[in-house]
């Protein structure tokens, strides 16, 4: 089984200005353009964005059914254009299923039992289909630490 936990910071065109994580990107987005997606945004971990966006004391957005599928998709495909060594492990998987194994939760996952939807799994298999949008692009260098360079994709 491979892992695909990471706490590496993504950007997605919607995320691009603030330089968020994945699940912060995505809580946020249960609450856009209101001050609740500020306060995840601002939260000073995952964890905390999570918790925020799990409260439904703070009302959806009206069209977030039909479109948390969408904005998932961009969340993880970013994060697997921007991490050659997590689109290697992917790839990897070759055309294994991929399961989200969790009791936690019985849409992106498996519901610990099998039952669930496995969106997540779902999802990762489908972007482990298409092509990587870096993969021609030469990195540059950005800033260097120590005897170590760090590189972006342009």
């Known amino acids: 089984m491979v892992s695909f936990r990471t706490s590496r910071t993504f950007r997605s065109k919607s995320a691009e200005r603030f330089g968020l994580r994945q699940s912060t990107f995505f809580q ?3 609450f856009a353009k ?4 500020d306060q995840i945004r601002r939260a000073k971990s995952p964890m905390i964005a999570t918790r925020f966006g799990r409260d439904r004391e703070r009302p959806l957005r009206n069209d977030w059914e039909s ?3 969408s904005i998932m998709r961009e969340a993880v ?3 697997f254009d921007q991490y050659p060594d997590l689109r290697v492990l992917l790839l990897e998987t070759g055309d294994r299923k991929i399961i989200e194994h969790t009791e936690n939760d019985s849409y992106w996952g498996d519901g610990g039992d099998g039952s669930g939807k496995n969106m997540m799994g779902i999802l990762l298999m489908e972007i482990r289909q298409k092509p990587n949008e870096n993969a021609n692009k030469t990195p540059e260098p950005t800033r260097g630490t120590g005897s ?7």
Do not use: P
Not at 34 to 37: K, M, P, S
């Open 28 to 30: 946020g987005q249960k």
């Open 34 to 37: 209101t001050e609740h997606e």
């Open 67 to 69: 479109v948390k599928d």
């Open 77 to 79: 495909t970013a994060k």
């Open 148 to 154: 170590f360079l760090l590189f972006q994709s342009r």
